[in-house]
């Protein structure tokens, strides 16, 4: 059974930086997987954020976040993490993990092309 434990959100004030891991137990992933992240703020929908392809470690991200976040893998624990940077309040949401294997290039950005999600953590910056 995957299992996939999110850890690192919290309160920031804008500007600022949190660091989100997501620690992946129970498979191992093929070089067409990826490990992601989503979030949803309250009355919108989820959204991507960012992810990473297992092989080689290409990173994609949502334009609203591109320069601002990092995403990275550590393939010998099986965690991604994701580093947020000079944070503004319109990132506050619940961040999801997700992960999957055989992920086509076209699909990355999906929700539906990721068979396991984490628990989610809230991310709440101020003003």
């Known amino acids: 059974q995957v299992e996939l434990v999110t850890s690192g959100g919290g309160l920031v004030q804008a500007g600022g930086s949190l660091r989100l891991s997501c620690a992946s137990s129970?498979?191992?992933?093929?070089?067409?997987?990826?490990m992601a992240w989503f979030r949803q703020a309250p009355g919108k929908d989820r959204e991507f954020v960012s992810t990473?392809?297992?092989?080689?470690?290409?990173?994609y991200y949502a334009d609203s976040v591109k320069g601002r976040f990092t995403i990275s893998l550590d393939k010998t624990k099986n965690t991604v993490h994701l580093q947020m940077n000079s944070l503004k309040p319109e990132d506050s949401a619940v961040y999801y993990c997700?992960?999957?294997?055989?992920?086509?290039?076209?699909?990355?950005?999906?929700?539906?092309?990721?068979?396991?999600w984490g628990q989610g953590t809230q991310v709440t910056v101020s003003s």
């Open positions: 997700a992960a999957g294997n055989g992920i086509i290039l076209s699909s990355v950005r999906r929700q539906d092309a990721y068979h396991y």
């Open positions: 990473i392809r297992w092989n080689g470690g290409h990173a």
């Open positions: 129970g498979r191992s992933y093929s070089n067409s997987g990826a």
